[in-house]
């Protein structure tokens, strides 16, 4: 899929994102796996405040998402992309599990809820993961089954 391709898909989808808790913007294929794709109203106007709603880094790692998530890489080792866990336990804490942890998952109508809600699980089991390229990293939730994922975006992070 090209960055025009994904580009038309979030255009097309961009207008609901108000009214719904997600929209789904793709489904991508990889070993046998499926990976739904979602965007929320959260991640637009985070993306709109910093300026990279579109961007070409912006589509570049929602691209990304296509390497699916693969739990025995689950942690990335650095320069790789692809949907990586983000954990509590590293220190000093980074700008991108303030977004996700105290900002997003632990702060009561954040919209966590109604995303965990509208998958139909508990919010605790909704893995914090990133998703990674070169220049950016959009932030979001992992629902986990049998034979697919839906991984669902909530912010991006483009600290060095």
């Given at each position: ?20 808790t ?8 990889r ?15 985070s ?36 949907i990586f866990?983000l954990?509590?336990?590293?220190r ?14 632990d ?16 919010l ?37």
């Amino acid at each position: 899929m090209t960055l025009a391709e994904i580009k038309e898909l979030v255009t097309g989808i961009e207008t609901r994102l108000e009214n719904e808790t997600f929209v789904i913007v793709s489904t991508f294929d990889r070993n046998g796996r499926q990976i739904r794709v979602g965007l929320t109203d959260r991640l637009r106007q985070s993306c709109k405040r910093g300026r990279v709603w579109k961007s070409k880094a912006f589509l570049t790692a929602l691209k990304n998402a296509q390497y699916g998530f693969d739990d025995s890489r689950a942690k990335s080792s650095g320069g790789a992309d692809g949907i990586f866990l983000l954990t509590r336990n590293y220190r000093p804490k980074n700008q991108m599990m303030k977004k996700l942890f105290d900002h997003f998952l632990d702060k009561h109508g954040s919209g966590a809820e109604e995303i965990a809600a509208e998958l139909g699980v508990p919010l605790s089991s909704l893995l914090p993961v990133r998703l990674v390229s070169h220049h950016l990293r959009l932030l979001g939730v992992l629902d986990c089954r049998e034979n697919s994922d839906t991984l669902i975006l909530v912010d991006y992070d483009d600290t060095k």
